[in-house]
């Protein structure tokens, strides 16, 4: 199974400022047909979650666009580029590219400092 | 709007069963993959089953497998997981969530609460 391993694992965040999340999975998410099923979903407390950015980069309709993704292979980022306070939050990535299982990181939660 | 709404969760004690059903409106249901997707509350997501669009074919986690069954009724554009010899590790917010082809799961249910225990 591919492991999905995020960090930090807890970021405080002030208003207004940049906040970066790393995902890097076992082996490379690149799949056969040479797209990369990272999916970055946000998950508000007391929520369901919602997803943000799916094929490493892709947006989804009605995201900010100070969210954004990139990486390649293994190593993945979102980064948000001014945090505001409906980005609180436990954000969470998944490979869609070795199946089964779906695997998802651990979680990162951004608070406010 | 795509909407999946799911219903059964409970209390059940260990060794009990319960059958979960998430009610899917908004889209084509039998065009898509369908999973269940836990979360044990304050805890991550765990993937934990999945079924093709015509229900063919199926997938599970190695904590569920041959407990757990995954199934749907594509006339009553309906999902549902029926949970078998339940122990206390299976309490969770179980969700349903919808995977279009090629992009992956996207839109998720509000979750329903299993809860094992004596």
């Known amino acids: 199974d591919v492991v999905m391993t995020q960090s930090p694992l807890s970021l405080p965040v002030t208003l207004g400022q940049p906040a970066s999340i790393s995902c890097r999975s076992s082996?490379?998410?690149?799949?056969?047909?040479?797209?990369?099923?990272l999916t970055w979903f946000q998950q508000r407390p007391g929520q369901s979650p919602r997803r943000l950015i799916f094929?490493?980069?892709i947006r989804d309709s009605g995201v900010p666009d100070r969210f954004s993704g990139s990486g390649s292979g293994s190593d993945f980022t979102l980064k948000i580029s001014r945090v505001e306070a409906e980005d609180v939050g436990v954000y969470y990535c998944m490979q869609g590219t070795h199946l089964p299982p779906w695997t998802f990181g651990q979680g990162t939660k951004v608070e406010i400092k | 709007d795509v909407q999946l709404v799911e219903s059964g969760g409970g209390l059940v004690h260990p060794g009990g069963s319960l059958r979960l059903s998430c009610a899917a409106s908004?889209?084509?249901?039998?065009?898509?993959?369908m999973h269940w997707v836990r979360q044990v509350p304050g805890k991550g997501l765990v993937w934990v089953s999945h079924i093709s669009g015509e229900g063919t074919s199926t997938g599970y986690a190695d904590s569920v497998r041959s407990r757990f069954t995954i199934s749907r009724d594509n006339a009553k554009n309906t999902l549902y997981l029926q949970m078998n010899s339940l122990r206390d590790e299976d309490t969770a917010v179980y969700y349903c969530?919808?995977?279009?082809?090629?992009?992956?799961?996207?839109?998720w249910g509000q979750g329903a609460l299993v809860a094992v225990s004596s």
């Open positions: 082996q490379s998410l690149v799949a056969g047909d040479g797209i990369t099923h």
């Open positions: 969530a919808r995977d279009t082809v090629g992009v992956g799961i996207d839109y």
């Open positions: 908004g889209f084509t249901f039998n065009n898509y993959i």
């Open positions: 094929r490493v980069s």
